[in-house]
């Protein structure tokens, strides 16, 4: 019973909690973009290098908005807008970049 009352109050509170921060016209989506890259292949990230990358997003409608890096550099966590999953995939190729997982992350839990 103590598990059934847990589930509901989860189903129930939860998405009270969540600020649903997807765009209003349902234009674009956003993703998080897990890569993995070699030793080093980072080292080299300059302003000329990210706008390139910026620009060959936009040709998709795709946007880079933020992204993370472990310690070594070698594992990166993106978030990116896009008008779909396949667009953040085929801006991760015109750019040459790797993609480990694709997963769609519209809802922002804060704290």
């Avoid at 302003?47 to 594992?75: C, F, I, M, Q």
Wanted: glycine share 6%; with cysteine.
């Amino acid at each position: 019973m103590k598990v059934l009352i847990a589930i509901l109050a989860a189903l129930f509170v939860l998405p009270a909690l969540a600020d649903d921060t997807a765009i209003a016209d349902g234009s674009a989506h956003r993703y998080l973009i897990e890569r993995s890259f070699p030793a080093g292949a980072l080292d080299g990230l300059d302003a000329a290098t990210k706008e390139k990358v910026n620009a060959n997003n936009a040709t998709l409608g795709v946007r880079w908005l933020h992204s993370y890096a472990n310690s070594d550099k070698t594992k990166t966590f993106c978030v990116y807008e896009g008008p779909s999953e396949d667009a953040v995939r085929q801006a991760a190729a015109l750019n040459g970049l790797p993609v480990d997982s694709v997963v769609e992350v519209p809802v922002d839990l804060t704290p």
